[in-house]
């Protein structure tokens, strides 16, 4: 069926995008849905429900915990979508510190890492500059109606919509946040691993990408809160640059609010560099060896059993 769709390029062009600028076109566009959509439910809730007078005023959000969910939910389906986008082409890594751990771990080749993160961080930067021009009118009305601290003329809650910041009860310090990163995206990765590893129970019937995303929804249930759970370089890094050039200034680079932290832009891109590794590693000693052990075996052993089963026993 698809071979029935005409390209919009001449083939002979269109033979230049079969190996690596093809596959960094699909990091792009599958990055750009995932922060267009996460970032979006984000500007819905902070911005898009107050100004349209779905809350009980111009500045409520939050009412309840419960309310985290649409954030949670909202960047699962994100992560869905934007696998399913690029997948085919590229794998959907949509994430450096996906393609970091690949390379480590699983022979991505390393002369593709940095185009694919470039990819990802334009995409991400594509993807928050839309979101920003739709929701300007619903960020600058939050803005002027909400009472508090201003970095040029914008609030740090309109400035959760884009990138990421740590939690007050860290007073400011480093060592919570990073720690935060490196378990989050650890998590994400190892789950990322045994999702799509065929020797394990694999998700089958193109359904990866759907498990992927409840994977994110619940790193961000469970570990969403210290630091908005990042768990993804170019998900803050390409957001957080757009805040800049739109005048968020210093709380975008180098990511500091007086008396609350300082300098924070690095967290989110090392932590989950590092946390991305730690979880393929993890994945590997825990599982992936096991499995590879197995297959090596003429006879391997059924998993489950504690001892070999007789006829009499089936």
């Not at 969403?224 to 170019?234: M, V």
């Not at 060896?289 to 003429?298: G, H, I, T």
Request: overall charge positive.
């Amino acid at each position: 069926m698809a071979s029935e769709i005409p390209p919009l390029v001449k083939p002979s062009r269109l033979r230049r995008r079969a190996g690596l600028p093809g596959e960094c076109l699909a990091e792009f566009l599958g990055t750009f849905v995932l922060i267009s959509f996460g970032c979006g439910v984000v500007a819905v809730a902070v911005a898009g429900l107050p100004g349209s007078g779905r809350t009980s005023g111009p500045t409520t959000f939050f009412l309840g915990a419960g309310d985290w969910l649409l954030i949670t939910w909202g960047w699962a389906m994100a992560v869905v979508f934007g696998i399913y986008v690029a997948g085919g082409v590229s794998g959907a890594h949509i994430n450096p510190a996906v393609t970091l751990a690949f390379a480590v771990r699983r022979k991505f080749p390393w002369v593709k890492v940095l185009p694919y993160w470039a990819a990802q961080v334009a995409g991400a930067l594509a993807g928050a500059a839309l979101v920003y021009t739709v929701y300007y009118d619903a960020i600058n009305a939050f803005d002027a109606a909400m009472k508090g601290p201003k970095t040029g003329g914008h609030t740090l809650a309109s400035f959760s919509i884009f990138a990421t910041f740590p939690a007050p009860y860290f007073h400011g310090g480093i060592w919570g946040p990073l720690i935060d990163q490196v378990v989050g995206t650890a998590f994400l990765v190892m789950l990322v691993a045994a999702v799509i590893d065929l020797r394990n129970t694999a998700v089958k019937a193109n359904l990866g990408p759907l498990v992927i995303g409840f994977v994110v929804a619940a790193i961000g249930m469970s570990f969403g809160a210290n630091a908005g759970y990042a768990i993804n370089p170019a998900r803050d890094f390409g957001p957080r640059l757009l805040t800049w050039m739109a005048g968020w200034n210093d709380l975008a680079f180098p990511g500091s609010l007086s008396g609350a932290f300082s300098a924070y832009w690095w967290i989110p891109i090392v932590g989950p560099l590092a946390g991305g590794v730690v979880g393929a590693l993890v994945y590997d000693l825990f599982i992936g060896d096991v499995l590879y052990v197995r297959a090596q075996e003429a006879v391997p052993p059924v998993p489950g059993r504690t001892r070999p089963t007789t006829t009499d026993e089936v």
